[in-house]
């Protein structure tokens, strides 16, 4: 005892693991009041969808969180695990909807529909950017626009915000207009595919092509039929899956921005929530993984996400996107129509 007390190197080391300890419980209080609050939202959010089944938790849980900020004004004590659940909660959540995926699945589309989904994914971006561009929005606005309406909605808007590190203003209203556009779409494709004469199956895959989020997909394709249901979410899911290379190219460009500059943020080649949502595809591929892990780690990625998106709403002030003014909107709207058009060409074409 004594010559530990008198060896300056062990007194050093445990000083700085008590530090460590103080500072972990420190961070830990300073999370708690946001994290219990996404907790009662994301409860609430996941209950209210068992109710409305067709209705997404991860919309119901920005709609909540929404509510909340502007009816009441929130301390800023709960600002903290907000945040968290915002970027890291929300990246987790991203990586295990990789164990949604599977190779085959989007091999068993045909190679004419997996090259209309890199088609509806590489042009909506790019016609999207240059319409941005023309509204004379920012780069990082038109880029989160841009990826969320081509690739997967709130979670490529989130993916991207970490590799670029946007604007808290612009997140929040890519995530709004995700919500407003890809909800309206949900009764419209179903609609103009029975006024066009599409069959259940060219219906779902031109749902699977156009619309924002996952769940939204999953909503339109059931209001089509249940053969439309299929193939619309396998068309949606290989959308999802090419948020791994948009992110890897974003990354690589963000590096060569960055050169030797330390004040530009310089990301990994491959961002670590990117490297885990390709792993978890390949581990559902491969079959390694058990259906009941399977069942038990979907709960916990739909409960991440609607944590997530509920902060995210919690975020949204009504001031805020009065503020961005109409621009957005007509980014929005014009993306829409034109990432529905090359899906429905390609429906067309290779259907």
Do not use: Y
Request: positive net charge; contains cysteine; glycine residues 10%.
């Amino acid at each position: 005892m004594s010559s530990q007390l008198s060896d300056p190197a062990a007194n050093d080391a445990e000083t700085v693991t008590i530090s460590k300890r103080t500072r972990a419980m420190t961070a830990g209080a300073a999370l708690s009041p946001g994290l219990a609050l996404c907790a009662i939202g994301t409860a609430m959010a996941m209950a209210a969808n068992h109710f409305l089944p067709t209705v997404s938790p991860l919309l119901f849980a920005i709609v909540f969180g929404a509510l909340l900020t502007n009816l009441l004004r929130l301390p800023e004590r709960f600002r903290p695990g907000l945040t968290f659940s915002s970027k890291k909660l929300l990246r987790v959540g991203v990586a295990l909807l990789g164990l949604q995926l599977m190779l085959s699945d989007i091999l068993g589309l045909g190679w004419g529909i997996i090259v209309v989904v890199v088609a509806i994914v590489c042009l909506g971006i790019v016609g999207t950017m240059f319409v941005g561009g023309l509204l004379g929005l920012s780069w990082t606005q038109r880029l989160l626009i841009a990826c969320g309406f081509s690739i997967c909605g709130a979670a490529a808007v989130a993916a991207v915000d970490g590799v670029v590190d946007a604007d808290e203003e612009e997140v929040i209203t890519a995530i709004a207009l995700v919500v407003i556009f890809g909800t309206l779409m949900i009764p419209v494709i179903p609609l103009l595919s029975r006024a066009v004469g599409l069959s259940d199956i060219d219906a779902g895959l031109w749902a699977g092509g156009s619309i924002h989020e996952v769940a939204q997909v999953v909503a339109a394709g059931g209001a089509i039929s249940g053969a439309a249901l299929g193939v619309a979410a396998i068309v949606k899911l290989a959308r999802v899956l090419m948020l791994a290379p948009v992110m890897a190219v974003l990354s690589v460009r963000q590096r060569k921005l960055a050169g030797s500059d330390n004040s530009v943020k310089r990301p990994p080649l491959i961002p670590l929530f990117v490297g885990g949502f390709g792993a978890c595809v390949l581990l559902r591929s491969v079959g390694l993984l058990p259906t009941d892990l399977l069942s038990e780690a979907k709960i916990v990625q739909t409960a991440l996400l609607t944590a997530a998106m509920f902060a995210l709403g919690a975020g949204v002030h009504i001031s805020t996107v009065k503020k961005v003014g109409t621009r957005p909107f007509v980014l929005a709207t014009l993306s829409t129509v034109w990432v529905a058009t090359i899906s429905l060409t390609g429906v067309l074409l290779f259907g």
